[in-house]
Nanobody
Framework: QVHLVESGGGLVQAGGSLRLSCAVS????????MGWYRQAPGKQRELVAG???????NYADSVKGRFTISRDNAKNTVYLRMNSLKPEDTAVYYC?????WGQGTQVTVSS
């Protein structure tokens, strides 16, 4: 069983930064493609950023140039660095490893 635990969410002012972490246990981390998704109230869950096992990344247009996804296979952890945060980035952020999901971490950006 693969477990994902997110951390690093919180309240930040517009223009600020946060770094989310997702620690993965119970599987072979290095083989999984990983992703960060988010879900705002009343909206569908959407892909924010993804990274393959080989380190190839992709981003939603809305976060390109502001967010950076990375992974540390030695620590079984994937990160999402979020800069220049906007109020519209407010959502619950979820870590994904193919079939597996974390419990989510709240990010709130105040204007």
């Amino acid at each position: 069983q693969v477990h994902l635990v997110e951390s690093g969410g919180g309240l930040v002012q517009a223009g600020g930064s946060l770094r989310l972490s997702c620690a993965v246990s119970g599987g072979i981390f290095s083989i999984h493609a990983m992703g960060w998704y988010r879900q705002a109230p009343g909206k569908q869950r959407e892909l924010v950023a993804g990274i393959t096992s080989g380190g190839i990344t992709n981003y939603a247009d809305s976060v390109k140039g502001r967010f950076t996804i990375s992974r540390d296979n030695a620590k079984n952890t994937v990160y999402l660095r979020m800069n220049s945060l906007k109020p519209e980035d407010t959502a619950v952020y979820y870590c994904n490893a193919e079939l597996y999901w974390g419990q989510g971490t709240q990010v709130t950006v105040s204007s």
